[in-house]
Every structure is written in C-alpha cells, then in structure tokens.
C-alpha cells in the first residue's frame, strides 16, 4: 500500500525557499510578482524594521507561512512576528517557518496575478486565525486597506489614501503611505 505524504511532509521536503502554499488541501505555488510589487513589499519591511525593536520582533517579506489548519498554509507578503513565536525556529536548519498564533500584523501587496485571491480566500482566512491587523497595500490606487480585530473578535475594515498610518497592534508603529507611494511612477 502507498501512503502519501501529508501536506506538511511535502511542504518541509519543498525545503522554506520553496514558494508553495496550502489552499484547502490543494497545493498551490505562489506566484512570482512583478517589479513594483517587490519594490513596495521590501520597502514596507524597511519602514517597520526600523521602528520595531529588534529583542521583541522581526519582520518577515515572503517568507514564513501562517497556518490556520492543516489544510491552509499561506505565505502573506509580509509578517511581522514576536520573536517569542520564532523561538521554536531559530537555530534549527530544516524546521519549517509555520505560525498557528495569531501575528500582530499580516501584511499582502496586491498583484495582477493575486489581487481577487489575496481578498476572497486569504483575507478570511487570515481572519478566522485571528490576526491582529490585516493589511492590503494597493499600489496603483495608492491605498491601504486596514482590517483590525476588535475585543469581540469582530474587524473593522478602514482604507487610507495617504499619510502616515498607526498599526492598531504596536502603537507608536507607523505606515508613511506617501514613502512608499513616493516610488511608483505616476
């Protein structure tokens, strides 16, 4: 008799340089993105690490996934994680990076190729883990969409044109939307 794999087995065979996600059993790559997708993702990630305290967090920019059951494991464009969930990882070659708790902030940059999918089966997920603040930057309408976990587990869904925005989960944390829409061209 065969016996298949589970999907963790293929996943941490596929080694954490691999680009394969985990969408209600079935595998699915994530695609590659475009230029001013990368260009956004990584500057984002600049802008957080520097106001983050490197003893209590660390900013992932696709890599990492967020598993909310053991047939969805997602790899957000960008996550910020407590370095008390990371523990279990560091120093440890070949353990996969997969996070079951809930992160402060999860972070996805639309793309052409991604945009509907990062939004209807994603974004509810990433919801149902009960991360605290979910984002989705927009660089070509030059918006950010924020959904924050309210106290009765409830989001509220708020879009930003500009500006600098205050992450709800790390106060004092800012996203200067105008960097970052500074490096698109009009």
């Known amino acids: 008799m065969l016996v298949r794999d589970s999907l963790l087995d293929v996943l941490t065979k596929a080694g954490d340089d691999s680009r394969l996600e985990v969408h209600r059993g079935q595998l699915r790559e994530k695609p590659s993105m475009r230029f001013d997708h990368g260009d956004v993702t990584t500057y984002l990630g600049f802008q957080l690490a520097g106001q983050l305290d490197r003893k209590n967090y660390r900013v992932h920019v696709n890599n990492g996934r967020v598993r909310r059951t053991e047939a969805t494991y997602y790899i957000p464009d960008l996550i910020i994680i407590p370095l008390r969930l990371a523990d279990p990882f560091r120093g440890r070659p070949g353990v996969l990076e997969i996070y079951d708790d809930p992160l402060p902030l999860v972070a996805e940059v639309w ?57 709800y989960a790390l106060p004092g944390v800012f996203i200067d939307l105008d960097e970052l829409f500074e490096l698109l061209p009009e």
């Not at 994603?122 to 605290?132: A, F, I, S």
């Open 111 to 167: 793309s052409e190729s991604t945009g509907d999918y990062d939004v209807e089966e994603k974004l509810p997920e990433y919801m149902k883990r009960g991360d605290r603040e979910i984002v989705r930057l927009h660089p070509y309408e030059r918006t950010l969409m924020s959904w924050r976990r309210q106290p009765d587990g409830t989001y509220t869904e708020t879009v930003y044109r500009g500006g600098k925005v205050e992450l």
